[in-house]
T-cell receptor, first 118, second 114 residues
């Protein structure tokens, strides 16, 4: 079974530039998550999709971050304009459960996209 | 906001020894999960324990949950150099009103010396 695919693995940009990350979850997984992991910290949830609808985006800095999940499969996370504090690893994860309100079980993570903002 | 807090922040042991990591959390939970993260890699799920369970085993892993103390522990027995990684606890807090999500702690960095 193919895992969660993410690209690019590494990206270096100047502040105020834009960047986009792509994620392809495990086939059949209804729920998709984007987490931000700053060096030395645990992952912080940015946005959670159930199929192609947003379930939670309370910690997404909406003035600069946006995310979409077209047709309930692939997802893209965009940052525009980037700030120095956005330097982090952006992790995409997916899980099987497909009903709103169902307690999540195991999450499957991709390898992450490491962003460095200079 | 981070719900769980792991202790210790870092742990260094010799191969063959046991490693114990603890996690404390603040609010009632549906379940608690442990994940491992090797340097520069994504997180890998290790074990899930539900709020009505007290102990679970998986291979060399043993997880306990004490909901009265809002704490959990992860024991790795007979550690190997390959167990060197960061270990995170993650909780699903109760009562999120349909937006059940997994909240991670800051992790314990385990080093197993050969």
């Amino acid at each position: 079974e193919a895992g969660v695919a993410q690209s690019p693995r590494y990206k270096i940009i100047e502040k105020r530039q834009s960047v986009a990350f792509w994620c392809n979850p495990i086939s059949g997984h209804a729920t998709l998550y984007w987490y931000q992991q700053i060096l030395g910290q645990g992952p912080k949830l940015l946005i959670q999709f159930q199929n192609n609808g947003v379930v939670d985006d309370s910690q997404l800095p909406k003035d600069r971050f946006s995310a979409e999940r077209l047709k309930g499969v692939d997802s893209t996370l965009k940052i525009q304009p980037a700030k120095l504090e956005d330097s982090a690893v952006y992790l995409c994860a997916s899980s099987l459960h497909s009903l709103a309100g169902v307690v999540p079980g195991e999450l499957f993570f991709g390898e992450g996209s490491r962003l460095t903002v200079l | 906001s981070q719900q769980g807090e792991e202790d210790p922040q870092a742990l260094s042991i010799q191969e063959g020894e046991n490693a114990t990591m603890n996690c404390s959390y603040k609010t009632s939970i549906n379940n608690l999960q442990w994940y491992r993260q090797n340097s520069g890699r994504g997180l890998v799920h290790l074990i899930l324990i539900r709020s009505n369970e007290r102990e679970k085993h998986s291979g060399r892993l043993r997880v306990t949950l004490d909901t009265s103390k809002k704490s959990s522990s992860l024991l790795i027995t007979a550690s190997r150099a390959a167990d060197t990684a960061s270990y995170f606890c993650a909780t699903v807090p109760r009562g999120q009103g349909g937006s059940e999500k997994l909240v991670f702690g800051k992790g314990t960095k385990l080093t197993v010396n050969p």
